[in-house]
C-alpha cells in the first residue's frame, strides 16, 4: 500500500485534481492531508516529515495538491515500479542525470504542454527528482528524513534528499507514469535561490554539479556569481 502525503492549501484545487484522481485508483491507498490554509506549517520539509510519522504503507508518496494521476493504475504501477528497482531510494516523475535534461512523462500549465525534454517508457536513473510527486521507501524512510534545517522553506526538499540518500549508496530514478501538474513549473523566487545555496554547500564534497529539473549548478561555485552569468549572457544575447 502507498501512503499519500499532501500539504494543502486550496480546498478547491485539492479536490479537483488530486482527490478526483485518487478516487479513481485501483490501488489501495492511505492518504494524509497536512492542511495548511493558516501557515502553520512554515516549511515542506518539516509538514512531511510529520505527516510521514503517521504513514503506515510501504511506500510513501509526497506530492502537490494540483497534480492529476492520468490513469486508474497509477498508483498500482508506480508500487510495482518501486518494488521491481533494486537498492531504490527515492522514485519521481521528474529528474536530471546530467546537461542531457529533463526525464519526464509529465505534462503541466495551461494549455498542457510536456515538462521535461525527455520521455521514457522505463525507469531511468538520475542525480535528482523533482518535488511535484515522488515517491520513498518507508523502511529508508525510516534511516532518512528530509533535512528541515537545510530545507526550511518551500523548495529542493526533494533534490537534498536524492542527494543525502545518494550518500546512503541509494538510488534515484524517474518512473515512467503519466501525470498532469496545473502548475506552470518554474518557481525559482530569492527563497529557492537560498535553500540552493545551502544544499550546494551541504553536498559539494561529494559532487561538483547539481542537477535539478530547473537547471545544472556548480557546487563550488557561488549561486550569485553563477546567476550573474546567466543573467549578463540573456543581456548579451537580447542586445545582439
Not at 190 to 216: D, F, N, Q
Not at 217 to 240: C, D, E, G
Request: hydrophobic share 35%; net charge positive.
Amino acid at each position: 500500500m502507498i501512503s499519500v502525503i499532501c500539504v494543502s492549501n486550496n480546498e478547491r484545487i485539492l479536490r479537483e485534481n488530486l482527490l478526483a484522481s485518487l478516487s479513481r485508483q485501483s490501488a489501495e491507498y492511505e492518504l494524509i492531508e497536512m492542511e495548511n490554509l493558516d501557515g502553520k506549517h512554515h516549511s515542506a520539509a518539516k509538514a512531511l516529515n510529520s505527516g510521514a510519522e503517521k504513514a503506515k504503507g510501504k511506500h510513501l508518496m509526497f506530492v502537490h495538491q494540483d497534480v492529476v494521476l492520468k490513469s486508474d493504475d497509477f498508483l498500482e504501477k508506480a508500487e510495482e515500479f518501486m518494488d521491481s528497482i533494486p537498492n531504490i531510494g527515492i522514485g519521481g516523475v521528474a529528474g536530471r542525470m546530467d546537461e542531457r535534461g529533463v526525464f519526464t512523462n509529465m505534462t503541466h500549465g495551461s494549455p498542457p504542454k510536456h515538462a521535461g525534454h525527455l520521455k521514457i517508457d522505463k525507469p531511468e536513473r538520475v542525480q535528482t527528482v523533482d518535488e511535484c510527486l515522488f515517491i520513498i521507501p518507508k523502511t529508508v524512510f525510516d534511516v532518512l528524513k528530509f533535512d528541515e534545517e537545510i530545507c526550511n522553506d518551500w523548495h529542493l526538499y526533494s533534490v537534498d534528499y536524492s542527494l543525502s540518500a545518494a550518500k546512503l549508496g541509494l538510488d534515484a530514478y524517474v518512473l515512467p507514469l503519466d501525470l498532469y501538474h496545473v502548475s506552470g513549473g518554474a518557481s525559482m523566487s530569492k527563497m529557492y535561490y537560498r535553500t540552493l545555496s545551502k544544499v550546494a554547500r551541504k553536498h559539494k564534497k561529494e559532487t561538483r554539479w547539481i542537477h535539478t529539473s530547473l537547471g545544472s549548478w556548480r557546487t563550488h561555485v557561488p549561486i550569485s556569481l553563477q546567476l550573474f552569468s546567466i543573467r549578463t549572457k540573456r543581456r548579451f544575447r537580447r542586445k545582439r
